[in-house]
């Protein structure tokens, strides 16, 4: 009936009666039945669909097969919908039209159950499920208009009313427990029988209902909140808080707000330790390692926090570096805390410093380190730092070389070669001078010199800056000075020597009564006690004339061997203050139970030079005001002090500095100012 020709094809009407067959089915059989159970409940009406929807399912399958024919030739001729495809629009008007506000309610009401922790048929949920995305015919728009759309309206409903409930009745901790319960449920629940597409949906609204609208409540909510937390160590609470509130678009920058004010208050209150010692007359000296051990601990604990309960997040870690940059560049007292910081490093690394093995030097350094980059003044540490690297060197104190050029490189690896090079050529002198020693030691033996003398040569350009003393030396040492003058100069012809007496040492054998000492003293110590041989005594004025001497160099030098602990030069009269009416002589009668005895004497030079810090610091800011008006050309003050800001990295200069930076660039002709407008700088090539 469907291969003949026309008039006797009947075709058309073979598919108008599979049409008509189908509609009268589902319009007087399966749509009262479906309304009968409609008023029974939901589960019914769901079962009675889930079966009407199977039997429509077989009915649509073999029909196409019987007629398959017909959607071979006359269908594809014509461009008809299928077999298939008809008998599923059919299901959709007759059926799913009239019932779909009943099972999706039926749906809804199911889903709310389990919420409330009832036992559901899931099975029977996931298969009207996949009626409504069978009835789109390939798309996905029957099933989120009819019922995804709204269980979303349902949801934000039932969630907003537990909100509520949990937020005056809950902690913190306890809401976000509940919190991250829900969202797993709700992920598994699309998991058991929704269409997976509703998953990121499903779980934002739940996000926005219990987690976005009430976030601000839950950080500050008293006796519980971020705050509280932090202070009680509760690391599983924070990472729970951490785990949610990453989920939001905008959840994390309250909580680092928070953790920045936190660790800022407790950093802020190490430093007001400190003030309160200093007000209750603690004296202010160089040095504070209990100061720099509580900032210490306080990074190691709270970098600690940020990378194991905040995942390291990069939003966590300038919270971290915001509320450290604040305190620890806040100076209390008449020194800087990078002093203390150098002074920290220098107890450590130097012999008889802090006793500790190689791996907790290496340990402690690394937390040096990591506390001086959020130094502002790191120009100044590193001044600092020179100079008692210096020290260490040169007096033979420091504890391992080893441990030396680890700390020049972890501050290599911070701030740059630039910022470590003079430390590294310090290094590098007493290394190459060893080997010289060794030369020089064979061409003294040929002189039969009394003394052992050795000779460090140091390049000017990678040491401090040392005062410069001028001593009258004994005969012995100056036969040995000009020893090695000679030898040096035939092998260095191009350099020329300076001998720096204050940083010296010797090893002295001297004899009081019947007792023999050996003193580690200076270089100059040394020089002024052999003036004293033979039981001398002279005055003030005569060793000052004897030794050539400035007063303020004899005055510490004299205190030290007269004054101190190891009193071998008496002073009359006594005291402890240096006058120029004073007498001296050898102290016969001094008298210690320890042969080998170190005297120190106070430095010379101060720990480090501000006023050349300065200096540099202002030879570093025209040249980059310099660079970048080369770069630019023509610039606004406010972006030339934004950008010059920007660019120093070991420094931060005030803006009026700047200012008067560039008034000086504008004086010598490097820059001009716009004849248009005063706020605006040309460069002037």
Known sequence: MCTQRSPYNHS????QRHGETIENYLANTVLPALRAKASQGGTILLNELQFRWSNHQIMNKWMTKFFNYLDRFYVKH????????????????QIYEEIKRESTAAILELVDQEREGGMIDKTLIKINVELYESIGMGNLEAYTSDLEGPLLESTRSYYGKKREEWINSDSTPEYLIKAEKVLTEEKNRVHDYLNPASEQK?????????????????????????????????????????RLFSRLENGLPPIAAIVEKFISDMGNEVVNQRQARLDGGEKDKGEDPGFVKSLLALH??????????????????????????????????????????????????KSGGDKLSEAEVESNLEKVVQLFSYLTEKDLFAEIYKNQLAKRLLNSRS??????????????????????SKMEGMLSDL????????EFDDRMKEHNSKIDFAVQVLTT???????????????????????????????????????????????????FGKKTYDLQITTLQAIALKAFNGGKSMTFMELKDLLNLEEPVLKPLMHSLSCGKYKVITKSPSGNKINTTDTFAANAKFSCNMRKIRIPMASLDASHNSKRVEEDRGVAIDACIVRIMKARKTLKHQQLNAEVLSQLAFFKPKPRIIKKRIEGL??????????????VYNYLA
């Open 461 to 511: 350009g990678f040491w401090p800056t040392y005062k410069a003393v001028s001593v009258a030396v004994p005969d012995e040492m100056k036969k040995c000075m000009d020893i090695f003058k000679e030898w040096h100069d035939k092998r260095h012809q191009q350099r020329k020597l300076a001998w720096q007496f204050t940083l010296g040492n010797a090893s002295v054998r001297a004899t």
């Open 12 to 15: 058309r009407e073979l598919y």
């Open 399 to 420: 504890a391992s070389n080893d441990a030396e050029k680890v700390m020049i490189s972890k501050l290599k690896m911070q701030c740059g070669t630039h910022f470590t």
């Open 666 to 679: 504008i004086e010598r002709e490097y820059i001009e100012r716009s004849t248009e407008n005063g706020q």
């Open 202 to 242: 499903l779980l934002r609204v739940v996000e926005e209902e219990i987690l976005e609208k009430v976030e601000q409540v839950l950080l500050e909510k008293e006796g519980s909140g971020c705050r509280v937390l932090l202070q009680n160590d509760k690391s599983e609470d924070l990472q729970r808080m951490f």
């Open 78 to 93: 014509h461009s008809l919908p299928t077999l298939s495809q008809a008998g599923l629009r059919h299901f959709k008007d």
């Open 300 to 349: 190691e604990k709270y970098l600690g926090v940020i990378k194991t309960d905040f995942s390291g997040h990069s939003i966590f870690q300038k919270a971290l570096k915001d509320a450290f940059v604040e305190f620890v560049n806040k100076n209390v007292g008449q020194h800087t805390n990078a002093e203390f910081m150098s002074a920290y490093c220098d107890r450590i690394l």
């Open 431 to 438: 290394a190459v001078g060893a080997d010289q020693r060794n």
